[in-house]
């Protein structure tokens, strides 16, 4: 399976598969023992070894209990505006770098939200 050529894709896929279920990236990354930064590649579709990336797509489909070709094509649950990102936060400038705690405290409270908004919205 070609799965590195669709990194993108899945990343995306996993990533709203996180926010639905109330997953954080930090999470995910204590679940399958794969370090936070990486879980951020994956997620952002820039992970730089075909090889590992597939090893380690197989460690978050397992831990999650999910077949793999879920995360090349999901059920087609279209994300209300809400549940999408949003860049209108100062803490997601491109231009501006922070220390690596606080920018993973600032991802962590914004997953945090995302999943309250979930449950307060449903």
Same mark, same amino acid.
């Given at each position: ?6 990194q ?6 996993? !990533?709203?598969?996180?926010?639905? /279920?109330?997953?954080? =990236?930090?999470? *995910? ?6 370090? +936070?930064? #990486? ?27 999910l077949?793999?070709?879920? !995360?090349i094509?999901?059920?087609? /649950?279209?994300?209300? =505006?809400?549940? *999408? ?6 803490? +997601?400038? #491109? ?28």
């Amino acid at each position: 399976m070609k799965l590195y050529a669709l990194q993108r894709n899945i990343g995306e896929n996993l !990533l709203t598969f996180l926010r639905l /279920n109330g997953y954080t =990236k930090s999470s *995910l990354s204590k679940l399958t023992g794969i370090s +936070r930064p #990486t879980i951020n590649q994956i997620l952002e579709g820039q992970s730089p070894n075909p090889r590992i990336y597939e090893e380690q797509l197989k460690k978050i489909t397992g831990a999650l209990k999910l077949p793999l070709d879920y !995360l090349i094509n999901p059920p087609s /649950n279209k994300p209300e =505006k809400w549940q *999408l990102p949003s860049t209108q936060y100062s803490d +997601r400038s #491109t231009t501006a770098k922070r220390s690596y705690i606080a920018q993973d405290l600032l991802d962590d409270l914004d997953e945090l939200l995302t999943v309250a908004a979930f449950y307060i919205k449903g």
